[in-house]
């Protein structure tokens, strides 16, 4: 069955500094796609980043960046000079090959930033 | 501004009740989708519709009805019989075509039992 892992239920870090949480998956799909949201304490999800399966380059978006490791099966967000509105849930998504409207959503992660 | 309308952002249910949570988008896309979230968890599929006058189930669906009478509207009712129904609900869109189109959020209704 096709699965994201997002192995660190929360993380501290101190501002300014880079952050990188991580994202397994499990397919044996011939291509597919990668999203991250944030989700703040208000609730709502806010797309961040994509990445292809095919694509030649890992994706980057601002401060934010993905670090795909398509043999290991990882597409870690990195997220560089961190800032205190960065706190928040993030959650990792893969959409199917088969499927050009589902996603697979991770647990999430908790990221909290400290002054 | 486009976007994705979630109302109420809170809702009450009484014992025996249904209630129908609102989801009106204003971005002209053709998917829709429903999501329900536990404390602490991901997004889990309730339903979602791919075009009017058409929808799926997810993969919660029992509980919950949904339609799709206006490619702006995709209301979400949850019915008496889904047994434990308080969690927080979000209604989201996608533009149709390629794949690399992300899903757009609404803010989200917190429903609670009474």
């Known amino acids: 069955a096709q699965k994201i892992t997002q192995t660190q239920p929360g993380m501290f870090v101190q501002e300014k500094e880079a952050v990188t949480l991580d994202c397994t998956y499990d397919t044996s799909d011939p291509s597919y796609g990668l999203f991250w949201y944030k989700q703040p304490s208000s609730g709502e999800m806010i797309f961040l980043i994509y990445?292809?399966?095919?694509d030649q380059q890992n994706a980057t978006e601002g401060r934010y960046s993905l670090n795909f490791q398509k043999a290991r099966k990882s597409a870690n967000l990195v997220i560089s000079a961190s800032q205190l509105g960065d706190s928040a849930m993030y959650f990792c998504?893969?959409?199917?090959?088969?499927?050009?409207?589902?996603?697979?959503w991770g647990a999430g992660t908790k990221l909290i930033i400290k002054p | 501004d486009g976007g994705i309308t979630q109302s109420p952002k809170y809702l009450f249910r009484k014992e025996g009740q249904n209630v129908t949570l609102s989801c009106e988008q204003n971005?002209?896309?053709?998917?829709m989708y429903w999501y329900r979230q536990d404390p602490g968890q991901g997004l889990r599929l309730i339903y979602y519709s791919q075009i009017v006058n058409d929808f799926q189930k997810g993969d919660i669906a029992e509980g919950y009805s949904v339609s799709r009478e206006k490619k702006e509207s995709f209301p979400l009712t949850v019915t008496s019989a889904q047994k434990n129904p308080t969690a927080f609900y979000l209604c989201?869109?996608?533009?149709?075509?390629?794949?690399?189109?992300?899903?757009?959020f609404g803010d989200g209704t917190r429903l609670s039992i009474l």
């Open positions: 971005l002209n896309h053709d998917a």
């Open positions: 998504a893969m959409r199917p090959w088969d499927s050009n409207y589902q996603l697979i």
């Open positions: 990445q292809g399966s095919y």
């Open positions: 989201a869109s996608r533009e149709d075509g390629r794949k690399n189109q992300p899903q757009h």
